[in-house]
């Protein structure tokens, strides 16, 4: 009797150890489906990606032949005697590192039956160190609400417009007489060779929505007098507040080139320039 | 110009634009300290004492001209002045606190003759950094007071 029991216990015993068998057998299998299912999901998730990173790749060397497209059409030989870097103002200029940007950019704007592939590749790698042209109509479309200014928006855009003629007007005198982008005078020699000593002055330039920006902060009229202390090309501060805001601007700079950059091609020997752009003439005191 | 003077019946007020080269000579120092908003880019300190061909900084020359402008004048700094002193707000807070103890608030109102405020800028807001990823940077407004 004793051994029929024993021998229940154990057929018990066996059944529940079959059991806990066929859980953890269970558990397995579905954590191996989990794993296959997650693996899977991944592999999915890196081919997406690696596709994403080709059609970026794909776009970006799109935009770098537009740019040198345009490089070639609009600005032509004054770009490539300026150098765009990202960096921070103290990083100064560097010379070789220019030569070999430009002697790169120079071979992507040849007839292409000249360029070869090393060079194309270099004005490719050149291209990609470039900042865009600053773009003013967009910048300031995007922070400006055109009706708490209360212009149509017509007005508005041929307000930009004029804006963006009157920088070409004030610093087109700077490389030799061509007409250049801010972006090309602002990563010029002139305006950046007070950076080379770490005792002198440096350059950066505050954008023009932050300028904005500021100026809705102190809350500046179009009757108030903005003061600009080390203006440098004068762009984001005295030139694009006179024509947004409508206030009275004086910009002082230490940096005579600078001052030169900022100050209309007739003002070149003078010491202090005055300019009221929406007269027909520009005067020099 | 004229197309945008067509649209209206007044002329377009766009305001007068006025470059001075520090070295000459012969600018009034009161066209600058008529300005009602002095701007100053000193970001990271490139106006302190580093900066060659003068004996004094450029930030006290800042200092100087915001000082002498008139009632209601704001000065902006990309880099907070240690040589300007306390602020209205801060010597009433000093004074509740029992720093300024000595003083009577309408002797703390004369200690201090400027408000202060801060305010970040987003990027992409100075042309040294990138437009993505660029840190944000703080903007420093000072308000001189009547």
Known sequence: MSMSSDSGSDVRNNRELWNVARIKEKSRNDHKAEQLRAEKEMERNIKEVAMAMAEDERKRNEEIQNLLGNARDEIGAPLLENKVSETTPEAGDDEEDEKQLNRALEASLAPSANATSDNLELALEASKKQIQPVNFSEIIEKCIDVKKVGWSLSLYKTALAEIENAIQDQLGHVENGNSTTVLGIESSKVVRKGNRASTQTMYGRIKPEAMLKIAKKVNLKSNETFLDIGHGIGVSSTVLLAFIIGCNTIGIEMEADRFRSASPKTCNSSMICSTNPSRSGTSST | ?146
């Open chain 2, 1 to 146: 110009m004229q197309q945008l003077n067509d649209m209206f019946d007044e002329p377009i007020s766009i305001g007068d634009i006025k470059h001075v080269n520090s070295d000459a000579k012969s600018y009034d120092l009161s066209v600058l300290t008529s300005a009602d908003v002095i701007f100053a880019n000193n970001f990271n300190g490139v106006y302190g004492n580093g900066v060659e061909k003068i004996s004094r900084s450029l930030d006290d020359h800042v200092l100087s001209i915001f000082a002498q402008s008139k009632a209601g004048a704001r000065l902006v700094l990309l880099d907070k002045s240690s040589s300007i002193g306390h602020a209205h707000k801060e010597v009433l807070e000093g004074l509740d606190k029992g720093i300024s103890s000595k003083l009577t608030k309408t002797q703390a109102a004369d200690a201090s003759w400027f408000d202060y405020e801060e305010m970040t800028l987003h990027q992409p807001n100075v042309s040294w950094m990138k437009e993505e990823g660029g840190k944000s940077i703080q903007c420093y407004i000072y308000t001189k007071r009547d």
